[in-house]
Each structure stands twice: as structure tokens, then as C-alpha cells.
Nanobody, 127 residues
Framework: EVQLQASGGGLVQAGGSLRLSCVAS????????IGWFRQAPGKEREGVSC????????YYADSVKGRFTISSDNTKNTVYLQMNSLKPEDTARYYC????????????????????WGQGTLVTVSS
């Protein structure tokens, strides 16, 4: 059974930083991708970033490019999302998710298409 556990959320002032972690378990092969999507109250889910485990290809939505960095530590089965220069509009619950490949990018938007996702961690950015 695939399990994804996200942590690291919290309250931060605008301009601050947070690092989210996602511990993944239950995969039967090394050929998978881990991504992050977020959802703010009353809004649609928004793809944030994704990394392919086998070739380290990374993808970012235009809304976070240059501010967020995704990375993985395969020895710990953990994916990190370093979030810098946070803005109030980044406030949302952040979910880590997994599939056999990262979703497609369309016009600067990273789609949200994953077979598995966890409970999420709440990020609140105050102005």
C-alpha cells in the first residue's frame, strides 16, 4: 500500500521560508514521481511541483517558479519542497502525491493527475 506523509507546514510571514517534507512508502519499484499540489479554501486544486525519482527531472508551475525548489533524498524515500519568498497567496493545504510519472505542463500550469496522495500540511502566510 502506497503511503505519503507530508509535514513541515506552519505559519510564516510574507517573505519568509518553509520546507515541506514528504515521506513515501509502499512502492514496488523505483520508477515513480512525487509531486506537490495545493488547495486553498474555496479554490481549485493547483499543481505546484513534481520530481521524477529515476531521472530527477523537475517541473514547476509558473506561480512558484524561482521561489520553490523540489528535491529528493532517495536514501530516505523523502521529497522536499523548499519554499522561499512566500506570499499570502501561497496560503493553502499542501499535499504530496505520487504516480508513475509527473503530470503534464500546459501553458505554465502543472496538472494535478496522481493516483495517490496524502493528508496534506497547512501553510499559512500572513501579510
Amino acid at each position: 500500500e502506497v503511503q505519503l506523509q507530508a509535514s513541515g507546514g506552519g505559519l510564516v510571514q510574507a517573505g519568509g521560508s518553509l520546507r515541506l517534507s514528504c515521506v513515501a512508502s509502499g512502492f514496488t519499484s523505483d520508477d515513480y514521481a512525487i509531486g506537490w499540489f495545493r488547495q486553498a479554501p474555496g479554490k481549485e486544486r493547483e499543481g505546484v511541483s513534481c520530481i521524477s525519482r529515476n531521472d530527477d527531472m523537475t517541473y514547476y508551475a509558473d506561480s512558484v517558479k524561482g521561489r520553490f525548489t523540489i528535491s529528493s533524498d532517495n536514501t530516505k524515500n523523502t521529497v522536499y519542497l523548499q519554499m522561499n519568498s512566500l506570499k499570502p497567496e501561497d496560503t493553502a493545504r499542501y499535499y504530496c502525491a505520487a504516480d508513475d510519472r509527473c503530470p503534464a505542463m500546459i501553458g505554465g500550469t502543472l496538472l494535478v493527475l496522481y493516483d495517490y496522495w496524502g493528508q496534506g500540511t497547512l501553510v499559512t502566510v500572513s501579510s
